[in-house]
């Protein structure tokens, strides 16, 4: 089973900064099947991003994903109020794995 | 409106059954893998179990082998869970989610219903 670290734990920044959220897989994840969800309390995951850089339909440019191999990164350019939320990475193909998730919260 | 929404989830005693299903409409289901993933109170999320568009392949986590089985219902656009030897363990919130199509065995998931929970306790 590959086991997925995401740092750090919590994040906590203001408005209009720059989030920068890593994952880390415990083994290479291949064809970089490797997703990004965003959860906000009481609500499901929202994919943001899978093949480990591709956007999903509707998702603001202001998320982006990048990373290969072992090493994962999500950045979010310029902090929205709607973007402090939890978020968790994904790794997929056979047995597929989440991290245990980084919080995003307001400073 | 693309949406899946489950049902089913309730209290439950250890050893006991309970069955989820998923009610999903605005797309063609028969088209897609789907999967149940959960998340217990609190906690991350956890991929339980997955089938094809024509069920031909099942997989399940090892969590729940055994125990819980996947089926769907084509001509209902519907999908279910039979969770049977129900332990403490598997008190969670169980959502539904879609797969797109892709050359894996199991994907990512693009919709999400809003869950239903499942709470195993005496």
């Known amino acids: 089973e590959i086991v997925l670290t995401q740092s750090p734990g919590t994040l906590s920044l203001s408005p209009g900064e720059r989030a920068t959220l890593s994952c880390r897989a415990s083994?290479?994840?291949?064809?970089?099947?490797l997703a990004w969800y965003q959860q906000k309390p009481g609500q499901a995951p929202r994919l943001l991003i899978y093949?480990?850089?591709s956007r999903a339909t509707g998702i603001p440019d202001r998320f982006s994903g990048s990373g290969s191999g072992t090493d994962f990164t999500l950045t979010i350019s310029r902090l929205e109020p709607e973007d402090f939320a939890v978020y968790y990475c994904?790794?997929?193909?056979?047995?597929?794995?989440f991290g245990q998730g980084t919080k995003v919260e307001i400073k | 409106e693309v949406q899946l929404v489950e049902s089913g989830g309730g209290l439950v005693k250890p050893g006991g059954s309970l069955r989820l299903s998923c009610a999903a409409s605005?797309?063609?289901?028969?088209?897609?893998?789907m999967n149940w993933v959960r998340q217990a109170p609190g906690k991350g999320l956890e991929w339980v179990s997955s089938?094809?568009?024509?069920?031909?392949?099942?997989y399940y986590a090892d969590s729940v082998k055994g125990r819980f089985t996947i089926s769907r219902d084509n001509a209902k656009n519907s999908l279910y869970l039979q969770m049977n030897s129900l332990r403490a363990e598997d008190t969670a919130v169980y959502y539904c989610?879609?797969?797109?199509?892709?050359?894996?065995?199991?994907?990512?998931?693009?919709?999400w219903g809003r869950g239903t929970l499942v709470t195993v306790s005496s």
């Open positions: 083994q290479s994840v291949s064809s970089s099947y």
């Open positions: 093949g480990a850089s």
């Open positions: 994904q790794q997929y193909g056979s047995s597929p794995t």
């Open positions: 989610a879609r797969q797109p199509p892709l050359r894996a065995i199991v994907g990512y998931f693009d919709l």
């Open positions: 605005g797309f063609t289901f028969s088209s897609y893998s």
């Open positions: 089938i094809s568009s024509s069920s031909s392949y099942i």
